[in-house]
């Protein structure tokens, strides 16, 4: 578990919480979005704290602590008043990280539309932040909510999700990659796509290899023609280096 949440584990008096609002001003964005984790899990037992989250948002902060401060206000309390207010003036934000806040929140709120849509796919393309953005695991996370088993992104990440493909408006690799594992897992297409990909490329999962095969490992337990792809790459990958 990461600090923020072994820190609750010893207490949740005032002095523990102080340490986690600390936490949404640090200076490495990792322990920002922990903090804001840890915060938001304490929503049922400490609904006061939505105020501080809110004051936070009404003074001068960087965009990063903004932006962690949004997160776990949308994680704990996405019904609060507050986000009549905050959800449209996120939606039309400068910022790539309120925006998908903004739209995150209209999805939950059941009320995202296409525009929603070919923005998050814009996020997701190799001309987007996908590879630089901080949470681009929020951007697959949220064309997976807002647009279950949707044909259309199936397709279009089964044709982007060489690392070979180059072309304008295509998704990033791994972002295809992460749809078509987190999204279509019971998918037959996705998953034959899937499993040509590690056949007959080396280096299938190129910027985030270890994570995508932690969740391929995770999520095709038990898969026959999954293991078989896998094992296959294994194989010729220790054949290549240790002949």
């Not at 009320?111 to 953005?133: C, I, N, T």
């Not at 279950?148 to 072309?167: F, G, Q």
Request: net charge negative; glycine share 6%; aromatic share 8%.
């Amino acid at each position: 578990s990461d600090l923020y949440s072994a820190l609750l584990q010893t207490g949740r008096d005032g002095a523990t919480i102080d340490i986690l609002f600390r936490g949404v001003h640090d200076e490495e964005a990792h322990n920002q979005e922990q903090a804001a984790t840890a915060i938001a899990g304490l929503a049922t037992d400490h609904p006061e704290l939505v105020e501080r989250l809110v004051a936070l948002l009404s003074q001068p902060n960087s965009l990063s602590v903004i932006t962690a401060a949004s997160e776990a206000l949308l994680a704990g309390w996405p019904e609060h008043e507050v986000w009549n207010d905050l959800e449209d003036k996120f939606r039309h934000s400068a910022s790539v990280e309120l925006r998908l806040i903004g739209i995150r929140r209209r999805i939950g709120s059941q009320r995202h539309d296409d525009d929603d849509k070919q923005e998050l796919v814009w996020m997701a393309s190799r001309g987007g932040p996908f590879l630089f953005y901080r949470s681009s695991g929020g951007v697959v996370a949220a064309l997976i909510d807002g647009w279950p088993a949707d044909t259309e992104i199936r397709d279009r990440a089964i044709r982007d999700i060489s690392p070979r493909i180059h072309y304008d408006g295509a998704f990033e690799s791994d972002a295809a990659a992460r749809l078509l594992i987190l999204g279509y897992k019971d998918d037959p297409v996705a998953t034959k796509a899937l499993c040509h990909l590690i056949r007959t490329e080396e280096h299938a999962f190129l910027s985030v290899g270890h994570f995508i095969w932690k969740t391929i490992s995770e999520t095709y337990v038990g898969n026959p023609e999954m293991i078989a792809a896998a094992d296959e790459w294994l194989d010729r990958w220790s054949e290549h280096r240790y002949p």
